[in-house]
Nanobody, 115 residues
Framework: QVQLAESGGGVVQAGGSLRLSCVASGRIFSINVMGWYRQSPGKQREMVAIVTGYGPTNYADSVKGRFTISRVNVNTAYLQMNSLIPEDTAVYFC??????????WGQGTQVTVSS
């Protein structure tokens, strides 16, 4: 099992930036994909960005060109969020997926973008 701890959320004005951090513990060498998902009230959880290993990345169309995901070591990933808009307001969850396709989730961190 992998435990995930997110940090870096907060309140920011539109056009601002935030960096979210995700630190994994436990069976960290089983992690294949790390990613960020978000959920707004009344909406389903959606993928924001994922990174496979230390390489290929995939982004939601709504954040392309504004957000960057990076995995800096076996247990740490960041999400750099620039040019934030009110529609980015959500709880952001870190996800770790193993080679066995097991998913582990963090508790989430709130991001609020004011207009």
């Amino acid at each position: 099992q992998v435990q995930l701890a997110e940090s870096g959320g907060g309140v920011v004005q539109a056009g601002g930036s935030l960096r979210l951090s995700c630190v994994a513990s436990g069976r960290i060498f089983s992690i294949n994909v790390m990613g960020w998902y978000r959920q707004s009230p009344g909406k389903q959880r959606e993928m924001v960005a994922i990174v496979t290993g230390y390489g290929p990345t995939n982004y939601a169309d709504s954040v392309k060109g504004r957000f960057t995901i990076s995995r800096v070591n076996v247990n740490t990933a960041y999400l750099q969020m620039n040019s934030l808009i009110p529609e980015d307001t959500a709880v952001y969850f870190c996800n770790a997926r193993g080679l066995d396709h097991r998913d582990d989730w963090g508790q989430g961190t709130q991001v609020t973008v004011s207009s």
